[in-house]
């Protein structure tokens, strides 16, 4: 069978949720015993969201390969429970830097380098070769931005001319688009979609199937007006109506008939889903049998999205447990070793986040010794674990002043500092230690127990690590060092053996959890807030994950 080649568009406005789309039919389809994959084509021109400010992109998704990447990637990979990688996610910057490279070399030579062919052609090379990867049955692809922007004009372009060049049967094109509800009227418009459609078919790429964003449900006249003015059947118009939670969007989807309306215009084998896990999942999500509260501290937190694997984590975690997660969002700017114990008094675990930057430190530093000193479980990633060692350092091991070198580089105790091949690093993008890296565990701890292994592998995205210089000095204080890398004899995971459950990692674990696979350390912290002994769930509590 040829691979199938499905390009989902979107119109009308931003934010629709072309991702959850793409990930929910991925998990439809996989759920039919099919081999699919998704890749994100983004319009900017950054090679990668690696140098963006989490309030522009959100969090930088990190592959195995060190890829950086669009968050979208990250839904993929927790809908379909695939590995993705560099080829999941092309931008514009790649696209052109590709191009360029190859000019220079002389590959052009004697050619005008245009947009068309050159750019497309490069473009619709990315999108076969992933195909042509692991020989996937379905190759889904999300052209990011809106239908009508100058910049997604190549791709739109190019998915046009790939519809030729692979054969029409072997591809189909979904655009989600919105049906606003004007209250004015007390009524909902079509309108907006008709003109996503007239711009999207102006193009040259006509939609075979509409996925419409609405606040109401769609009846059968709604349905009929959008399939005559846009050139659709009426089975071919879905509705995509809020959700409690985004897991419960494949099984909307499924019952819209999405799944079943692409499996018959492709020619695919017609398999029953098996979504019974998946049912179960969404189940233990929307109903749990008890609730648990974290403190999420960070600098972006009016941004969710800069957190968003680590809010996905904790919510596989909680659904392992029973549990439904309870985030208090806690900005740590604001918060001092003053106000702490009243900031964070209803919780009952806190989760110090990642991060770049000397910004909200100290506040980071006030929720880790409040962890500490109140044994309430914590949870330090990358940044937050630094920020662990930095504390324990100066309040348990006797290096008082102790900092990282990325905040103060004349401190007397650089706890945390720059390995050597980082020192004389220019290039800001792509030049961290990315990536999967492997760390040996030590028997009995924590950390161990919880992976129930010896060795494991994690992604990272950092320059920073605990100084191994200082490192037998935090050992002999207390400190337990319970993961290190085996290459490089870099730190990889703390614990501090006393406390009920105080755990500290370099690596990014949120990066690796799944529906079906959740991430033990994630599931291991909800389990043991769950346990804290004194605390309960405050009013205050901000918001149901």
């Known amino acids: 069978m040829s691979t199938k080649y499905i390009f989902v568009t979107g119109g009308v406005t931003s934010s629709l949720g072309k991702g959850i789309i793409c990930s929910s039919l991925g998990r439809l389809l ?16 950054n090679v990668d969201p690696g140098t963006m400010n989490p ?9 195995d390969d060190g890829a950086e990447t669009d968050l979208d990637l990250g839904h993929y990979e927790r809908f379909l429970g695939i590995k993705t990688s560099q080829t999941n996610n092309v931008t514009t910057g790649r696209i052109y830097y590709d191009v360029i490279t190859k000019e220079r070399k002389g590959a052009y030579l004697g050619k005008t380098v245009q947009v068309i062919p050159h750019i497309t052609d490069e473009i ?80 040259g790429l006509s939609p075979d199937i509409l996925v419409c964003r609405s606040e109401y449900p769609l009846d059968k006249s709604i349905r009929a007006k959008i399939a005559q003015f846009c050139n659709v059947e009426i089975e071919d118009v ?13 099984l909307l989807m499924q019952e819209e008939g999405l799944d079943t309306r692409v499996i018959e215009k492709l020619g ?33 937190v009016e941004h969710h999205d800069a957190y968003k694997s680590i809010v996905e984590a904790l919510i596989h975690g909680g659904a392992m447990n029973d549990a439904g997660v309870q985030i208090k969002w806690v900005q740590s700017d604001y918060l001092t070793d003053s106000n702490v114990a009243v900031q964070l008094k209803d919780v009952t675990g806190i989760l110090v986040a990642p991060g770049f930057g000397g910004r909200g430190i100290e506040g980071k530093l006030a929720a880790v010794k409040y962890a500490r000193t109140s044994n309430i479980p914590f949870f330090g990633i990358c940044l937050g674990m630094q920020c662990a060692v930095i504390e324990y350092a100066r309040n348990c091991a006797g290096m008082e002043g102790a900092n990282s070198t990325e905040f103060d580089e004349n401190n007397s105790f650089p706890v945390i500092d720059l390995m050597p091949d980082q020192r004389d690093v220019e290039n800001k ?22 992976y129930d292994a010896e060795r494991i592998d994690e992604r990272h995205r950092h320059r920073f690590e605990v100084n191994n210089e200082l490192r037998q000095k935090l050992i002999d204080s207390g400190l337990t060092v319970s993961g290190i890398n085996p290459e490089r004899n870099l730190v990889e995971i703390i ?11 370099q690596f990014h674990p949120e990066l690796r959890s799944t529906v ?12 043991a807030s769950l346990q804290t002994v004194g605390k309960s769930v405050g009013a205050d509590i901000e918001e149901i994950v």
């Open 30 to 45: 996989v759920a039919r015993g099919l081999r699919v994959t998704i890749q994100k084509l983004d319009p900017y021109i």
């Open 55 to 63: 309030y522009e992109h959100g969090e930088v998704y990190v592959t």
């Open 124 to 203: 619709k090379s990315h999108v076969l070769k992933l195909g042509r990867s692991n020989d996937y049955d379905v190759v889904l692809i999300e052209v990011g931005g809106t239908v009508g922007d100058i910049e997604s004009l190549p791709y739109i372009e190019a998915m046009r001319q790939l519809r030729y060049d692979v054969g029409r049967k072997n591809t189909l094109s979904i655009h989600l688009t919105l049906v606003p509800y004007l209250a004015a009227a007390g009524e909902l418009k079509t309108k907006p979609t008709q003109h996503s459609v007239k711009t999207l078919s102006e193009s």
């Open 238 to 250: 879905i509705a995509s109506l809020d959700a409690e939670t985004i897991y419960e969007v494949p």
């Open 268 to 300: 695919l084998p017609e398999k029953n889903a098996d979504l019974k896990k998946w049912i179960e999942f969404v189940d233990k999500v929307k109903r749990p049998s008890k609730r648990v509260s974290i403190a999420l501290v960070g600098k972006y």
């Open 429 to 450: 993008g792509g030049t961290m230690r990315l990536g999967k890296y492997e760390c040996d565990l030590v028997e009995g701890t924590k950390a161990q127990k919880a």
């Open 495 to 505: 614990e501090i053996e006393s406390h009920p459950w105080f755990v500290g990692v």
């Open 516 to 527: 079906y696979d959740p991430h033990p350390l994630f599931t291991e912290f909800v389990k």
